[in-house]
């Protein structure tokens, strides 16, 4: 068994209300987590409709971060709309930052969340997540390499603003645990937003397409879709 394999068991049984489920929540009442592979994660949303894939995406955020608030969906959003475009902007200033941020993490806990989080309903977007990425022994010169290299999403407003309406739709429904008012008061950042104080530590980079071809072949060879 892999340690990829091995990290997905231990999460999955460290979470006791976590359901294996295969059937789309209605709610995120319940504490509710997938870590999925990337394929598999693309697989599931393929069979949902937006709200249920949103709702999904949604589930693991709250499942990593129960304290996050309406601040911290609207970054996701916007990672998920316009991906990290404006960090690669100035590509050697984004290598530098990221080789600080990793040299400064602490590899010496144990694995507490799988890698990459989907964060875009089409499944494309990601989130790799640089704590369990240094613990796996992952290679900073082919993480740089991959991060600093990758295309630009090329988002738009618009993809950002149908994005937000399905959240405050959602909200609306009471399908989720902010209210349409509160989200409705989020105008489009003029510039990229900061997780909220409430959110907890993160350290990851956004990856913009999965699905492009020098990114698959870097999890491939880094075995981010094995479960075997």
């Known amino acids: 068994m892999s340690i990829f394999a091995l990290t997905y068991h231990s999460i999955m049984v460290q979470m006791p209300n976590a359901t294996r489920s295969s059937s789309p929540p209605d709610t995120i009442d319940d504490p509710l987590i997938l870590i999925l592979t990337p394929v598999a994660y693309r697989f599931t949303l393929s069979h949902m409709n937006i709200k249920q894939r949103l709702l999904q995406i949604l589930n693991v955020e709250q499942a990593r971060h129960p304290r996050m608030t309406g601040q911290d969906l609207q970054k996701l959003a916007y990672q998920a709309s316009l991906g990290c475009d404006h960090f690669l902007g100035n590509r050697k200033q984004f290598e530098q930052d990221l080789c600080q941020e990793w040299n400064k993490l602490n590899a010496s806990t144990s694995i507490q969340e799988y890698p990459l989080q989907v964060i875009d309903p089409l499944g494309k977007t990601a989130r790799l997540h640089l704590s369990p990425c240094k613990l796996l022994g992952l290679s900073?010169?082919?993480?740089?390499?991959?991060?600093?290299?990758?295309?630009?999403?090329?988002?738009?407003?618009?993809?950002?603003?149908?994005?937000?309406?399905?959240?405050?739709?959602?909200?609306?429904?009471?399908?989720?645990?902010?209210?349409?008012?509160?989200?409705?008061?989020?105008?489009?950042?003029?510039?990229?937003?900061?997780?909220?104080?409430?959110?907890?530590?993160?350290?990851?980079?956004?990856?913009?397409?999965?699905?492009?071809?020098?990114?698959?072949?870097?999890?491939?060879?880094?075995?981010?879709?094995?479960?075997?």
């Not at 429904?173 to 509160?182: H, L, M, T, V, W």
Request: aromatic share 14%; no cysteine.
């Open 140 to 228: 900073l010169e082919e993480l740089v390499a991959l991060l600093v290299a990758q295309p630009s999403k090329d988002g738009e407003k618009e993809d950002y603003d149908r994005l937000w309406a399905h959240f405050t739709a959602l909200a609306a429904e009471g399908k989720i645990p902010f209210s349409a008012d509160e989200l409705a008061g989020f105008a489009f950042p003029r510039f990229p937003p900061r997780h909220s104080s409430h959110y907890g530590f993160t350290a990851y980079r956004v990856i913009n397409d999965l699905t492009h071809s020098e990114t698959t072949a870097w999890i491939r060879r880094n075995r981010f879709l094995s479960l075997d």
